[in-house]
């Protein structure tokens, strides 16, 4: 089983639309999940980190967080075509004392106007 | 404020030529990290520097792979020989603190192709 798991998409979704980004994590004791925007040619972006249990909003972004289900989520609100990117979720695991940023394999969202 | 350096942008070699990347991190940034993508992957970690110190090289291949961190801001990563399964993106990045509480500036990459 993979640490972070996503679905490769890609997820196609009307300019306008609500995309719903998922991923699923192994590690029962992770606490800090990230998502990070990777554009074609490019390189990682944070754009929301979330802590705690529920919701976080940041303009058009809503993360989401469950710990019981090791389910975090990434919702994308008036998708732009400029949203197009792939969207790397990323968990801190501990390991021998050290905090590692693990990456799942993205999920490639392509908006259509 | 500049963001984090890479050069080259592009490389390509033949198996069994050395090849190095260079990173200059965000002034300031103690922690400085290189990670391998692969095409239709995510990033994965090869090593992780505190100011000068190697806190964290466990996913480095230490057969072929070498890298430093003088005087703890520049930061060479080396491949030698490389192998044709070698050919990633290295991505360089930095931050100010610990990866919990501090978000990691990546920079362009060096695309590697080795033939």
């Known amino acids: 089983q993979k640490e972070v798991e996503q679905n490769s998409g890609p997820l196609s979704v009307p300019e306008g639309a609500i995309a719903s980004l998922n991923c699923t994590y192994s590690?029962?004791?992770?606490?800090?999940f990230f998502w990070y925007r990777q554009y074609s040619g490019k390189s990682p972006e944070l754009i929301m980190s979330?802590?705690?249990?529920g919701d976080k909003e940041d303009g058009r972004f809503t993360a989401q967080l469950n710990k019981a289900s090791q389910y975090v989520s990434l919702l994308i609100r008036d998708s732009q075509p400029s949203d197009s990117a792939t969207y790397l979720c990323a968990v801190i695991r501990v390991n021998t004392g050290f905090q590692k940023l693990v990456f799942g394999t993205g999920t490639r969202l392509l908006v259509s106007p | 404020e500049a963001g984090v350096v890479q050069s080259p942008r592009y490389k390509i070699i033949e198996k069994k030529q050395p090849v190095a990347f260079w990173c200059n991190p965000i002034?300031?940034?103690?922690?400085l990290y290189w990670y391998r993508q692969n095409l239709g992957q995510g990033p994965e970690l090869l090593i992780r520097?505190?100011?000068?110190?190697?806190?964290?090289d466990s996913q480095l291949p230490k057969d072929r792979f070498s890298a430093e961190r003088l005087k703890g801001v520049d930061s060479t990563l080396k491949i030698q020989p490389a192998e044709l399964g070698d050919s990633a993106v290295y991505l360089c990045a930095s931050s100010l603190g610990g990866v919990r509480d501090s978000p990691l500036h990546f920079g362009n990459g060096t695309r590697l192709t080795v033939t």
């Open positions: 979330i802590y705690s249990n």
């Open positions: 520097y505190e100011n000068e110190e190697a806190v964290d």
């Open positions: 590690d029962r004791v992770s606490q800090s």
């Open positions: 002034s300031g940034h103690n922690t």
